[in-house]
Every structure is written in structure tokens, then in C-alpha cells.
């Protein structure tokens, strides 16, 4: 009987635990999402968008308010209209979702931001990816030589030219 007991109490502390972790992803009253819904109104996903600046969001506006969000989110409701999807800003008022603006792919896409990649790429990214650099062509233009007229003259070919 008490193995059974300090078994039954060891669950509980673990779910409690795992409950208090996990707690700070879930959705709270307050926050504002941009939610994709299917043909049948069903939950297909989400991306939170912020009321305040970060790093690494960029502002947008929504059915005329500013918000803070992901390259990566912008890129994803082009995306989610593309598999047909309906995509929304929805408030979360702690007793389920409130819409507060229709279609937010229309208002802000990633060429508003100055974003030329696909979006696929920026999803995969998570975000804008960075220019690389060609470590090859930037190796070869070092040794490439330059004539007397292109080099940088010294101070004294510059003192003769004058």
C-alpha cells in the first residue's frame, strides 16, 4: 500500500513539474497569434506575435497596430494561404481566441520587409539567412595583382604626382 501511495505521489510530482515547465510555451490570456485554420475551422498552426521590440523582430502593422515579429512569421503566412489555409491575428482573452484581424498576409509580405529569398527558405532558416561569404573567391581575389596605376601609391609618388 505504500508503494502504491509514494508511486501515486511520485506522478504527481512529475506531471506537476513537467506543468510548470512546459507552462511558459502554452498560450496565456494576453498574448496575440497569427493562427492558420483549415476549410473546417481547424487549428493548423500558429506564430506569436509580440507588442513590444526584440532581437531579431521587425515591426509590422496589422489592421492598423503595430506588432513585433519573425522573418520566419511573415514568411509562414504567405506559406499557410498558399496550402489554402485561412491565417488570422487572434487574441487569446483567456477564454479561447478572439479574431482582431483578417488576412495579414495581405498587409505585410517579405518583400514589404526587403526580403527577396522564397519563403520555404526563410521558414527552414528560421529567418532571413546570412550572405555567405566564398571563402574560394574570396582567397583567389587576394593574390590577384594589380598594375602600378591600380596599386595605392605611397606617399612619396603621391608628393611627385602634385
Known amino acids: 500500500m505504500s508503494i502504491r501511495n509514494a508511486m501515486l505521489a511520485a506522478g504527481v510530482l512529475i506531471l506537476a513539474a513537467a506543468e510548470a515547465f512546459a507552462g511558459s510555451d502554452l498560450p496565456q490570456a494576453g498574448d496575440t497569434y497569427i493562427i492558420s485554420r483549415d476549410e473546417y475551422h481547424g487549428f493548423r498552426g500558429s506564430h506569436r506575435i509580440y507588442n513590444r521590440v526584440a532581437d531579431g523582430l521587425v515591426k509590422v502593422e496589422y489592421c492598423g497596430r503595430s506588432y513585433w515579429v519573425r522573418f520566419a512569421t511573415v514568411a509562414w503566412t504567405q506559406l499557410e494561404v498558399e496550402r489554402e ?13 478572439r ?3 483578417a488576412h495579414p498576409e495581405r498587409q505585410v509580405t517579405l518583400l514589404d520587409l526587403g526580403v527577396q529569398e522564397d519563403p520555404r527558405v526563410v521558414v527552414q532558416n528560421d529567418g532571413v539567412p546570412d550572405q555567405r561569404v566564398n571563402r574560394f573567391a574570396t582567397i583567389i581575389s587576394s593574390f590577384r595583382t594589380t598594375t602600378v596605376d591600380d596599386a595605392a601609391k605611397s606617399f612619396h609618388g603621391r608628393q611627385k604626382d602634385k
Do not use: D, L
Open 85 to 97: 489555409n485561412a491565417v488570422r491575428v487572434e487574441f487569446n482573452r483567456g477564454k479561447g481566441w
Open 99 to 101: 479574431p482582431i484581424c
